[in-house]
């Protein structure tokens, strides 16, 4: 059965979770120790999907890294803008800054700084924390890392207009990471997001979308960077890159932590046909970055697949799962996409211009 939009965004939310912890355990190991590790003939099917915690952070199974604390930041960005009228980008802003100074986020003990967070975010949370302007801290041109695109996911969940949607992914981009390669990948990456979910379009049409918004934001070119970071993973093998490494493959990048690689890994991961499961161990399997590119590549794949599609046992041991199907709740609810007692279920579905315009 196609997934419904409840499950989809929630398999958006949850995947991305699980890929978070998933990976988090081999953060930043190549993919020759990873394979040093797993070295059997079927390495995808050896390699253990149980959420074991642990790595250089000595994470908790299932706990949250910075991936999924500032994607929930920016949920509930929206839980404040869809129920209570506020600015997303304010808000956004906002949870950043509470999650960095360690007030009030149920993962840490209050007051205490996030165990680990990237440099650029860093860098522009600390701006953020003096200007409180967060049009202006991103970090600049040139620092390109995937801090932005990891956390995006919530936009093309709940922003049902086009051209706010393109406007909202690159502004709370921008609060920390504002070079347009981040801009435009999280406007891009949104853009299938929102035509899987909202929509309910094939992943093949999905990705079309998000193509046509990068060409688009790129002043109409075809050999922009964003572009051609998606183009690159439409080529790509995943059950390759996993078996022999981006090196032997001549993969542009380690996928280390550049925005690009891990756009081209969340496409290619998008387009394999395999279960979410099996899909999301062999983009760990790639090595390096692997919390942040399976976090990506799983907000993807959740909202291709449905909640359903996350294994039980990931479910369970989610820091924020419970929090999570609440907060979809709620939102859902308030844009009228889950009706209340007594309206029929078509009720806000696809009312008002909900879905992605693709043209653009």
């Known amino acids: 059965m196609t997934p419904s939009r409840t499950s989809r965004t929630l398999g958006a939310l949850l995947a991305l979770h699980a890929g978070d912890a998933l990976g988090a355990p081999l953060e930043f190991k190549p993919h020759t120790v990873i394979r040093g590790l797993h070295p059997g003939r079927n390495a995808n099917a050896e390699f253990p999907r149980t959420l074991t915690g642990g790595g250089s952070h000595s994470w908790a199974p299932g706990a949250a890294t910075d991936d999924t604390d500032l994607t929930r930041a920016v949920l509930l960005a929206y839980r404040d803008a869809i129920c209570n009228g506020d600015d997303v980008v304010n808000k956004a802003a906002e949870h950043f800054l509470a999650w960095y100074r360690g007030d009030h986020w149920p993962s840490r003990r209050q007051g205490s700084k996030p165990r680990d967070i990237g440099r650029t975010t860093r860098k522009a949370l600390s701006s953020l924390a003096s200007s409180r302007h967060p049009s202006s801290t991103g970090a600049g041109e040139g ?136 899909v999301l161990v062999d983009v760990v399997r ?75």
């Open 143 to 278: 620092s390109a890392g995937n801090g932005s695109l990891m956390r995006c996911i919530p936009t093309g969940l709940f922003q049902n207009d086009p051209e706010l949607l393109i406007k909202e992914s690159q502004s709370i981009s921008a609060i920390t990471h504002n070079d347009t390669r981040c801009t435009i990948a999280c406007a891009a990456y949104n853009a299938i997001v929102s035509a899987l979910v909202v929509r309910g379009l094939s992943v093949e049409d999905a990705v079309s979308a998000g193509e046509r918004v990068a060409i688009s934001l790129e002043s109409g070119r075809t050999d922009g960077p964003v572009y051609g970071a998606m183009k690159i993973g439409r080529t790509t093998s995943l059950v390759e890159l996993a078996d022999k490494g981006p090196r032997k493959l001549g993969f542009p990048g380690m996928c280390g932590g550049f925005v690009l690689n891990s756009l081209t890994l969340a496409v290619a991961a998008v387009l394999d046909e395999r279960r979410l499961d099996q």
């Open 286 to 360: 790639v090595g390096m970055d692997t919390d942040t590119n399976a976090a990506i590549a799983g907000g993807l794949l959740g909202a291709r697949d449905g909640e359903e599609a996350v294994l039980d046992e990931w479910k369970d041991l989610l820091q924020f799962g419970p929090e999570f199907r609440r907060l979809v709740d709620q939102i859902l609810t308030a844009q009228g996409v889950i009706p209340e007692e007594g309206q029929s279920d078509e009720v806000g579905l696809f009312s008002g211009n909900h879905g992605l315009n693709v043209s653009i």
